[in-house]
């Protein structure tokens, strides 16, 4: 997996002058300290810059919006630290006048009740309220913390740090995103119809091939190129195919190559295939160890049955964790626990999902198409952890972006199945089986081992205006 990018965050240090002169230069001081010791570089007013480096006068915000307009290509969000009350029309001021268009996240350090004289007071609790209001009025959106007044030197606000990195990236990232759709929609599959015009109003791309076009590729690369048998090795390097015939790793290799360049060639952030049965009648192959590969090692997931918005949640879940994201189905029951049911797919699940895996051929349809012509696949148990699964479709009749998003984990629950397959345990399951009926949600869902449905929620919903449930205990 790729490793996330170094993040920049603006500061704006909000100022009272009749407060106390000490608070600003500390409360400055400890949230630039924590900043860089999170490893996140500032952009920031130096202390010569205005009174100790914070935002008090016009002058002042004028000052830092023209700072933060220079450097508005690199920040990825703003955070406005209030040691003390803060002026709320400077920070409004810094804002609009630079321009910035990323996420922001309020910040109020906390009073303590022995030190409420003058020459200590902050005021902060109710400066962050007058902040909220001026942002409001202009129809600037915002982040809170979720205690409303929170020290920078707490552990909180650290894990609240950890969020707003994640807001931050979904949002930066879904800017001129680009998919790429492999082949069209499989017949039977009216669950993964979705709208690119709607998906291209928040600014996300859909390139599409026809499968043919990678197949007769594929087919016209010899077994000598140097390409294929790169490809190959990293293929045999990344998962056992004990059993698997050469052919067919020879056919997956020349597949594998030819997305690959594809996906290079049209800068594409993922993809979405037509993974069945075509490949298998005219190609002989799963495409799932390629597509478990793309999300694992290149960061660049990959969907079943062009699904392109289930691969948009597959995305934004790697975009909040830095982790690799899973396409399965809620798939079945798990005895008679209303909280647990089982999720599978064929599977081409990333490696990191397993405690082992191992390459075969696709059970489901084996017996149709032939098990020489079905190899492909990667199999195993997802390992016990922590997940967190999001949904997204676009709403046509509506002409909106609509999701969920939740947390549970995977078990250690005894199950003797096939594919790629876990018990999830999810709080109040029913319910959220009611509400995926009821609004009419596919039956794919996209899962990442992480817990960022805040991150998601908030981004989605704040930032990008779409329409998301936060599935909760």
Same mark, same amino acid.
């Given at each position: 997996?790729? +490793? $996330? #990018?170094?993040m920049t965050m603006a500061v704006i240090v909000a100022n009272r002058g009749f407060f106390p002169d000490s608070l600003v230069r500390q409360g400055r001081s400890a949230i630039l300290d924590i900043l860089k010791g999170a490893g996140y570089d500032t952009v920031v *007013?130096? %202390?010569?810059? /205005?009174?100790?480096?914070?935002? +008090? /006068?016009l002058a002042d915000a004028r000052k830092c919006a023209d700072l933060f307009s220079r450097h508005a290509h690199e920040i990825d969000g703003v955070i406005v630290t209030l040691p003390n009350f803060g002026d709320e029309k400077g920070v409004l001021e810094v804002i609009k006048s630079s321009g910035l268009n990323v996420p922001i996240l309020i910040q109020a350090e906390p009073d303590e009740p022995d030190k409420m004289s $003058?020459?200590? !007071? !902050? &005021?902060?609790?109710?400066g962050k309220i007058s902040v909220c209001n001026n942002l409001n009025q202009a129809g600037i959106a915002y982040s809170l913390t979720k205690s409303h007044t929170i020290s920078v030197n707490s552990d909180e606000f650290r894990r609240e740090l950890t969020d707003f990195a994640s807001v931050c990236r979904i949002v930066r990232g879904l800017r001129n995103a680009r998919f790429g759709a492999i082949g069209a929609r499989p017949g039977a599959f009216n669950t993964v119809r @979705?709208? +690119? #015009? *709607?998906? %291209?109003?928040?600014? $996300?791309s859909v390139e599409t091939i026809d499968l043919s076009e990678i197949l007769g590729q594929a087919q016209r690369l010899t077994d000598s190129e140097s390409v294929v048998k790169e490809k190959l090795i990293d293929i045999q390097n990344y998962t056992? /195919? &004990?059993?698997v015939p050469k052919d067919a790793l020879l056919r997956l290799a020349k597949f594998g190559a030819v997305v690959d360049r594809w996906v290079e060639e049209? #800068?594409?952030d993922g993809t979405a295939i037509q993974c069945w049965t075509s490949i298998q009648e005219n190609y002989g192959i799963c495409s799932c160890t390629q597509m478990s590969m793309m999300g694992e090692l290149l960061a660049k997931p990959s969907a079943c049955e062009v699904d392109i918005t289930g691969l948009l949640g597959m995305y934004i879940m790697q975009l909040a964790s830095g982790s690799p994201s899973a396409l399965?189905?809620?798939?079945?029951? @798990? !005895?008679?626990?209303? &909280? #647990?049911?089982?999720?599978?797919?064929?599977?081409?699940l990333p490696r990191s999902f397993f405690r082992e895996m191992k390459m075969d051929y696709q059970e489901i349809i084996a017996g149709a198409m032939g098990k020489e012509n079905t190899y492909g696949t990667v199999v195993g148990r997802i390992k016990p952890s922590p997940a967190t699964f999001c949904r997204l479709t676009t709403n046509d009749a509506e002409g909106v972006i609509t999701g969920y998003v939740g947390q549970g984990r995977f078990t250690d629950d005894e199950l003797d199945t096939f594919g790629g397959y876990g018990v999830m345990e999810i709080p109040n399951l029913q319910v959220l089986m009611q509400f995926i009926c009821r609004m009419g949600f596919e039956h794919h869902v996209a899962v990442n081992l992480s817990e960022k449905s805040y991150a998601v929620s908030e981004a989605l919903e704040n930032y990008l205006g779409w329409e998301i449930y936060r599935h909760s205990n």
């Open positions: 997996m790729k +490793e $996330i #990018k170094e *007013l130096g %202390e010569n810059d /205005t009174k100790y480096g914070a935002v +008090e /006068t $003058i020459s200590h !007071r !902050r &005021d902060s609790f109710c @979705y709208s +690119e #015009k *709607l998906l %291209e109003l928040s600014g $996300i056992s /195919t &004990d059993g049209w #800068k594409l399965l189905d809620w798939n079945n029951n @798990y !005895r008679n626990d209303p &909280d #647990k049911c089982v999720c599978f797919h064929c599977s081409n």
